[in-house]
Nanobody
Framework: QVQLVESGGGLVQPGGSLRLSCVAS????????IYWYRQAPQEQRDMVTW???????GSVDSVKGRFTISRDNAKNTVYLQMDSPKPEDTAVYYC?????WGQGTQVTVSS
């Protein structure tokens, strides 16, 4: 049974930093592109950033220059480094590999 587990969420001040982790069990990780999504209250779940098996990355314009995705294949982990977060980044953050989703981790950006 493949599982994804996110962690690292919490309360962060605007302009601060936070690092989210997505740990995968099973063999899916090393052969999968990994995606981070977020969902704010009463909003749809939107893709934020992604990293391919080969390490290529991409992100939506609203987080470019502030969020960085990386992966450590030895640890079956993908990271989302959030720098200079804004209140509008407040959401539940999810990672996805194939059709497997994690349970999400809450990020709240507030002073």
């Amino acid at each position: 049974q493949v599982q994804l587990v996110e962690s690292g969420g919490g309360l962060v001040q605007p302009g601060g930093s936070l690092r989210l982790s997505c740990v995968a069990s099973g063999t899916i990780f090393r052969s999968s592109n990994i995606y981070w999504y977020r969902q704010a209250p009463q909003e749809q779940r939107d893709m934020v950033t992604w990293i391919t098996v080969g390490g290529s990355t991409g992100s939506v314009d609203s987080v470019k220059g502030r969020f960085t995705i990386s992966r450590d294949n030895a640890k079956n982990t993908v990271y989302l480094q959030m720098d200079s977060p804004k209140p509008e980044d407040t959401a539940v953050y999810y990672c996805r590999a194939g059709n497997v989703w994690g349970q999400g981790t809450q990020v709240t950006v507030s002073s």
